[in-house]
């Protein structure tokens, strides 16, 4: 379904969400627009599209998460303004941590969890400093160069950790640029926001 001009019930009939997890994320988007005014918390732009732009390209990632795997220990490279990490929290991932340097964008992030009632713990820190649990997740949006994040995951990972990166249209070279430093055991799936963008689903990785 194209995404832009989404609104939200739009959204519930493109993902499996239910009316509480309907509510947060409006009641959420809501407050986005309130703070945008407050900090640059997004594009100015994408605002006017907020549901496509941000909730929809982050809720993507709830269909590739198994249902027996919704209890995993997620953990949010750069959340942001909470996308996708919050996203996925408020839609049942039960134990998401968000990991987010800037002050003010974490100020927002306590206030959404407040409004939203989600579970995500929020790490006011840089991901190098990240001393939470290990992932069984790690999740990322215009964070950084793919080369960069797994560098930045390599310290965050168990064994089976699955890594689900939101890749936009410079991906392929990313990859390419990648994979001189890491094998990289990989799929990808088309995102469903925009046709030349991807989500890298990683497996694993290792030095050369």
């Known amino acids: 379904m194209p995404s832009e001009n989404m609104s939200f019930e739009d959204l519930q009939g493109a993902i499996d969400i239910d009316d509480q997890a309907l509510e947060s994320l409006q009641a959420y988007d809501a407050l986005l627009h309130k703070w945008q005014k407050r900090f640059n918390l997004v594009g100015p732009k994408s605002l006017q599209d907020s549901v496509g732009r941000h909730f929809y390209d982050s809720a993507q990632l ?41 002050a003010n964008k974490c100020e927002f992030l306590r206030q959404a969890i407040r409004t939203t009632g989600a579970s995500a713990i929020i790490h006011n820190e840089r991901i190098e400093n990240y001393d939470g649990p290990k992932a069984d997740i790690i999740t990322s949006r215009a964070c950084a160069p793919l080369e960069k994040l797994l560098g930045l995951s390599d310290g965050l990972r168990i064994n089976k950790t699955r890594m689900l990166f939101l ?19 990989f799929e990808t799936h088309g995102s469903v926001t925009d046709p030349e963008s991807v989500i890298l689903d990683i497996g694993g990785f290792k030095n050369l």
């Open 62 to 102: 709830w269909s590739l998460i198994d249902p027996r795997d919704r209890d995993a220990v997620l953990v949010d490279l750069g959340s942001g303004a909470g996308f996708p990490g919050l996203v996925l929290s408020i839609l049942g991932v039960t134990h998401v941590h968000l990991i987010e340097s800037d």
């Open 167 to 185: 890749k936009g249209r410079s991906w392929q070279d990313e990859l390419t640029q990648s994979q001189t430093i890491w094998h990289i055991d």
